[in-house]
């Protein structure tokens, strides 16, 4: 008969929820969304320098940096279940919802934003109901537990 060994912190191991999973993907994706904006405002920094835009490039790049580095560090907490994360994910969700909606309003262009903000809306509900959603179940409140 074999007897299976297990490993002396082998019963502190958690199973990752799916829906967790998924959501440390998106976050991710979103960060790396963010990395890209960063990485673009220096890259063509000269020429943001030059054109009438309504923010400065060090805003744009700002914005990025900030957002690829919270998406970095909500995707690992996420995805080694830290105990915080359910209050700082929903946080963070909150206020990327708050910063992309002054962001809209501020930036961009009036005739863009009166076609444009029902979906944007739809979206933001969407987005938020499932952050939050997804990080109070059952599964979700043990796996950060």
């Known amino acids: 008969m074999l007897r299976k060994t297990s490993l002396p912190d082998e019963s502190l191991s958690k199973d990752r929820p799916r829906m967790i999973t998924f959501l440390s993907i998106l976050i991710f994706l979103i960060s790396l969304f963010h990395l890209l904006k960063l990485s673009q405002a220096i890259i063509q920094w000269d020429i943001l320098s030059t054109i009438p835009l309504t923010v400065s490039p060090l805003y744009l790049a700002a914005d990025g940096l900030v957002w690829w580095v ?65 990080l109070n179940t059952a599964s979700s409140r043990d796996f950060f537990n």
């Open 70 to 134: 919270s998406g970095l560090i909500l995707t690992w907490a996420l995805w080694t279940g830290q105990s915080w994360t359910r209050k700082i994910g929903l946080s963070l969700a909150l206020i990327f919802a708050a910063t992309f909606w002054i962001d809209l309003i501020w930036i961009t262009e009036p005739d863009i934003l009166q076609t444009r903000w029902l979906i944007n809306l739809v979206f933001t509900v969407l987005g938020l109901s499932a952050m939050f959603i997804i």
